[in-house]
């Protein structure tokens, strides 16, 4: 990704997450794989919603700061794990949106296929173990689930997202958490009520073959 488009994705992202109440404070963080092999990241201790283009920094592989003169996001090396374990995404968002965190602090999956918006828009969403975050824990624990998951829930933490720009990866999160806010409800009118086998894979035969999206 040029790194223009990945700055003003990344400023437009930070806002939508801050308004809709996905990052509170100073929580969350973003970054973007850029042409060269760095990557333009989120620095810790600001408010997403209030960042400017002298905020973001820009990292080497190995976490460095190679442009900027804030201090990265302590959660560096899962964003680096990620891009470690799936060349095809160049973005990440992590966020504690409510209800997709209430999900992961309780400890139950949104693993049940009940939409078919859900196929066609994430695949599957994975739910890793417990890791302290900043440690090396954490992009451990990510690294199992986001082999073959466009989104996941963290326990006890929140949620992240992937994709092929900022604002895709940004769009993951909102469906993720509308899906967890359909699911909730659900569950408050006697449970979510899965589909077939059958029309599982073909909801990811088209998810391939009509949105050219991997079968996850």
Do not use: W
Request: with cysteine; charged share 20%; net charge negative.
């Amino acid at each position: 990704m040029d790194i223009s488009t990945a700055v003003g994705e990344m400023l437009e992202a930070g806002r939508r997450l801050y308004q809709k109440g996905f990052v509170a404070s100073n929580d969350g963080n973003l970054s973007a794989r850029l042409e060269d092999g760095t990557f333009l990241i989120t620095p810790t201790g600001i408010c997403k919603g209030d960042m400017a283009e002298a905020d973001l920094l820009v990292i080497d592989a190995q976490g460095a700061v190679v442009r900027g003169t804030k201090k990265v996001t302590s959660e560096v090396k899962m964003h680096l794990a990620v891009y470690e374990s799936r060349p095809d995404i160049d973005a990440v968002v992590h966020a504690h949106p409510q209800k997709a965190t209430a999900f992961a602090v309780a400890h139950i999956p949104l693993d049940k296929i009940t939409l078919p918006e859900m196929v066609f828009a994430l695949g599957k969403v994975g739910m890793t173990d417990y890791a302290t975050p900043s440690t090396e824990g954490l992009p451990r624990a990510v690294q199992k689930q986001i082999v073959d998951s466009n989104a996941l829930l963290l326990k006890n933490h929140g949620a992240l997202t992937v994709g092929n720009s900022v604002m895709e990866a940004y769009f993951a999160m909102e469906t993720l958490e509308h899906f967890a806010s359909i699911s909730y409800y659900a569950s408050q009118l006697g449970g979510a009520k899965a589909l077939g086998e059958r029309q599982i894979a073909e909801l990811f035969r088209v998810r391939s073959e009509v949105y050219g999206k991997p079968k996850l």
